[in-house]
């Protein structure tokens, strides 16, 4: 079985859930990475909200029943430049170097 990482980005940085307008699916799989990725992750309390076909979902685990977790654009970056990225991963490298640092990134695992 594969594992697959989206990160869901806090562009308005409110309280309770985080709304989330943007993902990004990362193309590559590196389990050692995502072993790193997990054990500094932050569990995230609120919950992270999207758009389904059937409306706004409010989640609090992601596919697998764990509970959600996030990290700072920056520790997120940090770890996403020491691999080789290509295409829109490396696109999404870059998007994250550009945010600013604290912001926090929603780990969904799928």
């Not at 389990?31 to 990725?37: A, M, N, S, T, V």
């Not at 389904?52 to 959600?68: C, F, Q, S, V």
Request: hydrophobic share 45%.
């Amino acid at each position: 079985m594969s594992i697959s990482l989206t990160l869901a980005f806090d562009r308005y940085n409110f309280s309770g859930p985080i709304l989330c307008f943007e993902r990004h699916n990362l193309d590559w799989q590196d389990y050692e990475l995502f072993d790193r990725i997990t054990a500094e992750a932050v569990p995230l309390v609120e919950g992270v909200q999207w758009y389904e076909d059937e409306g706004l979902e409010l989640h609090n685990k992601d596919r697998y029943g764990t509970p959600l977790t996030y990290m700072p654009a920056h520790t997120i970056a940090r770890h996403l430049a020491a691999v080789t990225l290509r295409g829109f991963d490396a696109a999404t490298l870059a998007y994250l170097n550009a945010l600013p640092p604290a912001t926090r990134v929603v780990l969904w695992w799928s």
